[in-house]
C-alpha cells in the first residue's frame, strides 16, 4: 500500500507564492507518475498538472506559466511550485499517484490519493 501526503498548503495574498509538497512512503513502486489535481467548493475535481517518471510534465491551460512540477525520485516526493497565484486557485490540492511511466490528467485514472492540502488565496 501507498500512503500519500500532501504538504504546504496555506494562506497568500494574490501575487504570492506557495510549495506544495507530496511525499510517498509504503511500498512505494517504480517507475510512477504522480499528478495534481484540486477541487473547490461546489465544483468538480480538476486536473493542475503531471509529472511522468520521465520528469515531462503536462499542464492545465489555467495553470501554465504559473506552476512548475517537479520530483525527486531519491525522496518519493514530488512539487508544485505555484507562483503569481490568483483568487480562483483557492481549492483542496490534491496529489495521486499511478503506476505508470506516464501521467493522466484523468482522476479516475490514479489509484493512490492524498488526503488534499487547503490553498487559500485572498484578493
Known amino acids: 500500500q501507498v500512503q500519500l501526503v500532501e504538504s504546504g498548503g496555506g494562506l497568500v495574498q494574490a501575487g504570492g507564492s506557495l510549495r506544495l509538497s507530496c511525499a510517498a512512503s509504503?511500498?512505494?513502486?517504480?517507475?510512477?507518475?504522480v499528478g495534481w489535481f484540486r477541487q473547490a467548493p461546489g465544483k468538480e475535481r480538476e486536473f493542475v498538472s503531471y509529472?511522468?517518471?520521465?520528469?515531462?510534465?503536462y499542464y492545465a491551460d489555467s495553470v501554465k506559466g504559473r506552476f512548475t512540477i517537479s520530483r525527486d525520485n531519491a525522496k518519493n516526493t514530488v512539487y508544485l511550485q505555484m507562483n503569481s497565484l490568483k483568487p480562483e486557485d483557492t481549492a483542496v490540492y490534491y496529489c495521486?499517484?499511478?503506476?505508470?511511466?506516464?501521467?493522466?490528467?484523468?482522476?479516475?485514472?490514479?489509484?493512490?490519493w492524498g488526503q488534499g492540502t487547503q490553498v487559500t488565496v485572498s484578493s
Open positions: 495521486a499517484a499511478r503506476s505508470y511511466a506516464l501521467g493522466s490528467s484523468t482522476p479516475n485514472q490514479y489509484a493512490y
Open positions: 509504503g511500498r512505494t513502486f517504480r517507475p510512477y507518475a
Open positions: 509529472i511522468n517518471w520521465s520528469s515531462s510534465v
